[in-house]
């Protein structure tokens, strides 16, 4: 009778800890009382993560990756003022190699060359005007016909090779810049879709947390792996407290978990276990507890063949316990083909779910099952839909759990009186 009566006490409380939460889970903080939500991943994908310049950085312009990576005008930018740069230096170059030569001498100009039979370092150079023609003429071979360096002057020639070598160098460099914008793997992940909000349901008799991701182009993504991290902070036996402690979320789409096929908008859960994170997660959590799940969905574009990655993360707020997704994939029978609405892609519907953390519906169940092998019934739980999302019919487990044990409490005061 002694185990009997702490087995009834310990369903109470959790029936009791289910309707405190179904009152806190389902009410709203307002919105001028909440907390502004700190997140290390934007919903974009960008990273929130602020870098002070340094002194290593200050010449960070110039580096190929900061090029590629930095915007269109920036880029063009920086190429104009490199070339300007380069044509000006030259210029003054062979600006200073005629000046020394004597080729500015009002007798040694080009209209008075032939008549004092001289030969300049360059022909038809006039001033500094003339000679940042020729640097530019010069450094992109543009060859008119008209100015030529002779054999007069060494410097000349070797100044003519170097700025030759210099102008091919710099174009080839531009033209990788061009082509790697034009194909970064960032504007593939532009496509990549991902739901507005994950949530929290039963699937297969189990709470999952899952979300929802997509791709908009024809050309899809080949070999696609999906992961995702429960980022907090988090303090050790020894008392440090560990910024943006990560722990990675085992994830699965349908029964795959590495190399998905990916040509059609997917659901991934993550299956709320004792060895998850979030295995004591109740509703109320949502509105006060403070982490964040970072998704990471890479993979290889087809077209080009390159490696791309797309991210966003989920804040308590934007994970919605008690819903579901709705189904995007449906068969045209006038055109023989399956059609994904993506209007509907961030759209949820309501499903019952225990408003219980999983811990406490595992014990349950566990509960379940030795008070059915004890008195050959069961406790079941009502998922019909109600009018308060997630909401379990309370009463009737209480109902039956006191039907099960005042009926095998009365047959054994009935054996006691048959004794007497």
């Known amino acids: 009778m002694g185990d009997r009566s702490e087995a009834r ?30 997140r290390i991943i934007l919903k974009n994908g960008n990273c929130n993560i602020h870098r002070p310049e340094s002194k ?15 915007s269109w005008i920036f880029t063009i930018f920086v190429f104009l003022a490199t070339l300007l740069l380069s044509w000006f230096l030259f210029a003054v170059i062979w600006w200073l190699i005629c000046y020394s030569h004597g080729d500015f001498e009002p007798e040694h100009l080009p209209p ?31 060859g008119y016909g008209i ?4 054999d007069e002057c060494p410097e ?25 914008k034009m194909t970064l793997p ?10 507005k909000n994950a949530v929290i349901c039963p699937r297969n008799n189990q709470l999952c947390f899952m979300f929802r991701m997509g791709d ?21 036996i020894e008392g440090e407290i560990l910024d943006h402690h990560q722990i990675e979320l085992p994830l699965m789409v349908d029964g795959c978990k590495t190399g998905l096929f990916f040509n059609w908008p997917l ?74 609405d993506f209007s509907k892609f961030d759209e949820l519907l309501p499903i019952s779910t225990p408003l219980c953390c999983a811990a406490y519906i595992e014990e349950y169940n566990q509960m379940q099952v030795k008070s059915s092998s004890s008195s050959r019934s069961s406790i079941q739980v009502d998922f019909t839909p109600r009018h308060s999302l997630g909401e379990i019919n309370v009463g009737k487990l209480k109902d039956n759990f006191v039907n099960i044990y005042s009926s095998s409490s009365g047959n054994e005061s009935d054996g006691e009186k048959n004794e007497k």
């Open 9 to 38: 006490q310990l369903l109470r409380n959790q029936f009791s800890f289910c309707e405190n939460s179904d009152i806190r889970g389902l009410q709203r903080v307002p919105s001028h009382f909440r907390k502004p939500r700190r």
């Open 156 to 180: 000349a020639i070797f100044v003519n090779a170097v700025q030759c070598i210099i102008g091919f160098i710099m174009q080839g460099i531009m033209a990788v810049i061009i082509f790697s």
């Open 216 to 236: 908009m182009r024809k050309n899809h993504i080949i070999d696609a792996n999906v992961r995702a991290y429960y980022v907090r902070s988090e303090r050790t």
């Open 112 to 142: 008075f060359q032939k008549e004092n039979n001289y030969t300049p370092c360059v022909y038809y150079i006039h001033g500094f005007a003339s000679c940042f023609l020729f640097s530019i003429e010069t450094q992109h071979t543009v």
């Open 267 to 340: 659901v991934v859960f993550h299956r709320i276990d004792k060895n998850s994170p979030l295995y004591y997660l109740v509703p109320s959590d949502l509105n006060q507890d403070r982490f964040e799940i970072v998704v990471l969905l890479e993979g290889t574009t087809q077209s080009t063949g390159q490696m791309t990655q797309a991210r966003t993360s989920y804040v308590p707020s934007e994970i919605k316990w008690g819903k579901k997704f709705e189904v995007l994939l449906n068969f045209n029978y006038d055109r023989r083909e399956y059609e994904a």
């Open 147 to 150: 100015k030529a360096t002779t």
């Open 186 to 195: 960032r504007l593939r992940s532009q496509t990549l879709l991902f739901s």
């Open 56 to 70: 290593r950085q200050r010449f960070a312009f110039l580096q190929f990756a900061k090029l590629v990576n930095s």
